[in-house]
């Protein structure tokens, strides 16, 4: 399989962009701004600077990160730390991972984010194929098998709980147990390698859930903005009813949703399916480079209209935006005719002109803008 490098197709040298992503990774790591730190002799977490708590997100960003950057020793350290803390062994969430501990280790919640289970299951898969198998909980593929069961059986043959997915639709769920889901979590290019290496009888489950994810982002992307909310309905539209647990409102297009036009890029370089959900990715960029170019990092209503002229992530919303460029087909130029394709070759600019994020929230921006680097340079691959 061929991988696309935009940064070389906007006039980046192979040399330039290998140099800048070594860099990009190894801040993010190791530089003065990380969010990585070892604990002891086989351990380490991936913080939450914001909110000074290791997350099921960031913890299986770090391990995917790893694996496409073939570091064994980071990949190994983060996973020991999720499966000693994180992971639950009773209780109603057997078999899930609480989302958010404290860096000593210590549970905040005793719930799952269903992101969370989705990346540490693609990662551990990845690993298996990189690496091998190990013993224990580094037996990788044995692992990420027992994350998707529990994600899809629980609550039958005796289990308690509830399953991460809708049986019906096969659409994810924004937590287990709730009747909504969250445009951002749907992945259909895993779900495609799910369909491989999952359990055999969960894989024409997830064979489905990829085709059902890319029709509901299609309809879940406004189709004048290309917007996404951070929480919807099954039918795609905003959630807008209350919630017991908060009164804040996530049926805009903050924080969650920036992902969206990323995975949707990716899914496009992995698989090449477009089901609709492809033009989304051109009416964002347009919506926010053109329409909005004087304030294209601010909040919005998932039609456009403007709420607040400050992100509370700006360097998460250009990091995906730019990785959106993956769903049209390249190359990409500053100085191309079509207009749709140089106004991606300037996010893609853009991204690459901005430095990472530094201070106290630069967790989220800088996981979103790795991921960027790696997808956008060709290194967010496939192992199989």
Request: proline share 4%; hydrophobic share 40%.
């Amino acid at each position: 399989m061929q991988y696309r490098n935009v940064f070389t197709e906007i006039g980046k040298t192979e040399k330039e962009v290998q140099e800048r992503l070594m860099e990009v990774v190894h801040n993010f790591f190791y530089g003065k701004d990380k969010v990585y730190f070892p604990v002891g002799d086989d351990m380490a977490y991936i913080e939450d600077t914001g909110n000074h708590d290791a997350r099921t997100e960031g913890m299986s960003y770090g391990m995917m990160i790893c694996v496409q950057m073939d570091w064994k020793e980071e990949f190994d350290r983060l996973w020991k730390w999720a499966k000693t803390y994180m992971w639950m062994s009773d209780g109603w969430n057997e078999g899930y991972f609480a989302w958010s501990c404290q860096v000593t280790g210590e549970k905040n919640a005793n719930g799952p984010a269903p992101d969370g289970e989705e990346f540490f299951a693609m990662a551990l898969f990845f690993a298996s194929k990189r690496w091998g198998d190990g013993e224990g909980i580094f037996n990788y593929s044995k692992q990420a098998r027992q994350i998707l069961a529990a994600c899809l059986h629980k609550g039958q043959d005796g289990r308690k709980g509830t399953p991460m997915w809708n049986l019906e639709n096969r659409q994810i769920l924004f937590v287990p147990g709730v009747d909504f889901t969250d445009p951002s979590y749907h992945l259909p290019h895993f779900y495609e390698l799910f369909a491989k290496w999952a359990d055999e009888e969960d894989r024409e489950f997830f064979l489905q859930a990829a085709k059902a994810s890319r029709r509901y982002l299609a309809l879940a992307c406004h189709p004048v903005s290309g917007m996404s909310a951070e929480y919807a309905e099954f039918d795609g539209s905003p959630m807008r009813r209350e919630l017991s647990w908060t009164k804040e409102r996530h049926d805009w297009f903050f924080s969650d949703a920036y992902r969206t036009a990323a995975n949707i890029g990716l899914d496009y370089e992995w698989y090449k399916k477009d089901v609709g959900q492809c033009a989304a990715v051109k009416r964002l960029q347009y919506h926010l480079g053109v329409t909005h170019r004087e304030n294209m990092v601010g909040i919005f209503e998932v039609d456009g209209t403007p709420i607040a002229s400050s992100a509370k992530h700006p360097l998460g919303i250009i990091a995906t935006t730019a990785q959106g460029t993956l769903a049209l087909e390249g190359p990409v130029s500053l100085k191309d005719e079509n207009p749709e394709k140089a106004l991606a070759a300037e996010w893609v600019k853009r991204l690459w002109d901005e430095p990472m994020r530094s201070g106290k929230y630069r967790y989220y921006d800088n996981c979103l803008y790795v991921f960027a680097f790696l997808a956008l340079s060709g290194n967010y691959r496939i192992y199989e």
